[in-house]
């Protein structure tokens, strides 16, 4: 499916300094010849730490745009506008970036269009910025946030006064009034979970209350809850909103010394207590991001666009033949591109740095292609490593 029109390439231009003095890569003239490799880079734990560069991220996304080698940047994290990602990126990085070069965790929502017109619940970030992503950048036009609900009905959640001036600093009016007496009570058609949820105690009753209604009309029941002569004892039998995860990340390396959790940590702890509460019924849901073969599709064909584009028209019948994934997560970033199958016949090699999520010494849960210490070791390694295709 082709890219929105919302997230057309943006160049941003970095700040411009202390380029001269860096020289840890050694740069050729830039050459006509498309090369038959590329790169995919996680972020955090590779690139940058929290706010902070990574040392050797400039030179070595420098170096392969000196020379014309493609790449883009696939990540698990999200909670802002792709354009406003590439921004900060950009500036951080010092390296110009363009949107097209960009896949965060929730930018295939993008592509559902089925729930474009209806309307969804989205969880996660701070304040409302994945709301206006989902309105402004993706073309939703119904998107409920669970701040918009407890600021309309304090009583959803008892312990919301503990964060009343937050939620009234941003939230919305509801599209329609909650009255389950009433066939025209607000219903919900789909939950997605952006970004990582800040509020778990509200996000995750807001969600079991959906997955526990008739047809998603918040305030009320489905009467085939436990029913245990229907399929999974009757939970989600009763046209509940589809649930949507972005991503499936347990961990992700912040500045604090340890991994803090992640989405994953909100999912793991959302499903026990879906588990105690309706007696081990299965829960039905949908996660994207990193290992998972879809999003791995969506980041090669953003892939194959930005190479086309990069090169034109001449010389694309030349195949892409490897590509390398650069990621600090085993889980996340090793194993997706181990698993992944291409349907064009492109070949994923993992590279596992050691300035994230991984701790050095310790054995991956997924043995990547190669161990190397930074991402500056893994560009060298991989340049290195497609001479001999």
């Known amino acids: 499916m082709a890219a929105p029109s919302r997230l057309l390439p943006r160049l941003v231009r970095p700040r411009q300094h202390y380029l001269s003095s860096r020289r840890a890569f050694q740069t050729s003239t830039q050459s006509s010849i498309i090369p038959s490799y590329a790169f995919a880079f996680d972020i955090d734990g590779v690139l940058l730490r929290s706010s902070n560069p990574i040392p050797g991220a400039h030179d070595a996304l420098t170096y392969l745009q000196r020379n014309r080698i493609p790449f883009i940047l696939l990540t698990n994290g999200g909670g802002k506008s792709e354009t406003e990602r590439v921004e900060e990126l950009s500036y ?65 959640w008892p312990f919301s006064s503990v964060f009343k001036d937050y939620y009234s600093s941003f939230a919305k009016p509801l599209p329609k009034a909650i009255n389950p007496a009433s066939p025209d009570s607000l219903k919900i058609d789909a939950i997605f979970v952006y970004n990582d949820p800040r509020d778990w105690g509200l996000d995750s009753t807001i969600i079991l209350d959906l997955l526990l209604s008739s047809q998603g009309r918040l305030g009320t029941l489905s009467k085939k809850n436990g029913n245990t002569s229907l399929p999974n004892n009757g939970y989600q039998q009763d046209s509940q909103p589809p ?29 026990g207590l879906w588990k105690e509460v309706t007696g081990g019924a299965k829960l039905e849901h949908t996660i994207f991001g990193k290992p998972f073969q879809p999003t791995y599709e969506f980041a090669e064909r953003r892939l194959r666009a930005h190479r086309k584009q990069l090169f034109g028209q001449v010389g694309l019948n030349d195949p892409l033949r490897r590509v390398y994934m650069v990621g600090d997560n085993p889980e996340s970033d090793i ?7 291409s349907q064009h016949g492109s070949q994923w090699q993992s590279l596992l740095v050691k300035t994230g999520v991984y701790q050095d010494g310790t054995v991956p849960s997924c043995e990547p292609t190669v161990i190397v210490k930074d991402v500056g070791e893994a560009v060298r390694w991989a340049v290195e490593d497609a001479k001999t295709m």
């Open 92 to 156: 951080k990085l010092d390296v110009e970036l363009n949107v097209d070069m960009f896949v965060q965790s929730h930018t295939p929502f993008a592509e559902m269009h089925e729930y474009k017109d209806k309307t969804v619940l989205v969880v996660g970030g701070d304040h409302d910025k994945c709301q206006r992503v989902a309105t402004e950048h993706y073309d939703f036009t119904s998107v409920v946030t669970p701040g918009d609900l407890v600021a309309a009905y304090p009583d959803i």
């Open 335 to 341: 194993r997706g591109a181990n698993n992944y199958q």
């Open 243 to 271: 649930l949507y995860y972005s991503n499936p990340d347990l961990w992700w390396a912040s500045s604090h010394p340890l991994s803090r959790l992640g989405q994953g940590g909100f999912r793991s702890a959302f499903n």
